[in-house]
Structure formats: C-alpha cells, structure tokens
C-alpha cells in the first residue's frame, strides 16, 4: 500500500497544462507549502481514521488551489480552531504568499458547517485533484471534462486504500459520472455549491440514517 508521501509524490508529478493546473508541481516553489500541508491534512485524518470519503468535483482557484487542502480556504487557516481542530490558526497548515487578499472560496467553508453540524467527519477529496481552469485565465473555474476525471480516478481509489474506505459518497453530478466511469455504483449527494446547501445536508443525514 502506498503511503502518504508516495502519494504525494504521484499527485505532484501530473503535468500542468494550459487548461489544468497542477498547484503541487515541483516546478514551482510556493508549491513546496501546498505539498507541505497536503500532508499535514492526510496526516491528521489518518489518525482520526474515517471509514467515509466524499469525492467532490475539482480545487476551486479561490479554494484548494491556494492552500492544497480539500475544501478548505484562506479564511480558515487564519481564523479560529474548526469544530474538528483540524483547521485553524496556530495549526501546522502554512498560507503561501499569493493567499493574501484572495477571497474566501465559499463553498469550502459550507461543506465544513455542515459536517460540524452532524458532527461528521469524512476524508474528502475530489474526482479531479488539480485545478481546470479556462485556458489563459487561471483566475477562473473550468467543470472538469471526463478525462480530467479519468486522470484522477487512480488518486481517490489511493486513498481508498490508504485509509481503509469503507464507503464512497460523489457529491455532485461530476463525480457520480466519474466513479460510475470507474466501476464503482455510488451513492450520490447534492453538491453544496450554488445554493445547495440544504439538500447537500439532507442527502448526509439520510445516508448517516442508513448506516453509512
């Protein structure tokens, strides 16, 4: 079983391309931070050992693309313990440089409300871990297409492996067609973005109910 750092080094080593961003590329060096606290997040999880992976869409360039953590954002890092102290300021998780002033990706700190409100602790990730994005505007968020999904199929099923998943949750119509791609009849969730909060919440706690 890969650990880790292996891992790691397999994300990093994914190509950046004109329309994908591979923000833990060793190319370049703020991404030393963001491979740093990618760690430090699959760290913390492993010794709180979930049995739930949520797989999500892709890193959003406000989001996951700024601080290599699954749905987290620059706001969280800096402001108060979360409800699992896995985020916070005074936590091992360093900002690189160009966080300052970005504003807060928004659907990171709902998806963080929710799990504290069932008090749910899942690992979370994303069918495609890099950040698509539209070709000459790296500001901005591309839908992942099926072989951005497809490339990141082998890195979910990793952690899988890694943490001993039990049960795999798509949250959102992206990863459910990614997954069901791989084989994989999954239940699926309402993505938080967009207004989706509540149903988002709804489709855990039914699931939670069910013996997730």
Known sequence: MASVEEFISRLAAVETTPARN????HSVPANALRRHNLAAYLGDMLERAPRVLLVGEAPGFRGMRI??????NRTMFQGPANHFGLVGAGHRYVLPPEAAGVAAEPTATVMWEVLAELDFLPLLWSACPWHTHVPGKPLSNRTPTPADAALGTPFWQALAGIFSIETVVAVGNVAHSSLRRSGL??????HPAHGGRARFKQG?????????
């Not at 601080?67 to 987290?72: N, S």
């Not at 009849?185 to 309402?190: H, L, Q, T, Y």
């Open 67 to 72: 601080t290599g953590v699954p749905f987290t």
């Open 185 to 190: 009849d999954v239940p699926k969730i309402r």
């Open 22 to 25: 591979n923000f833990f590329d």
């Open 204 to 212: 855990l706690q039914d699931l939670l109910a069910a013996g997730m």
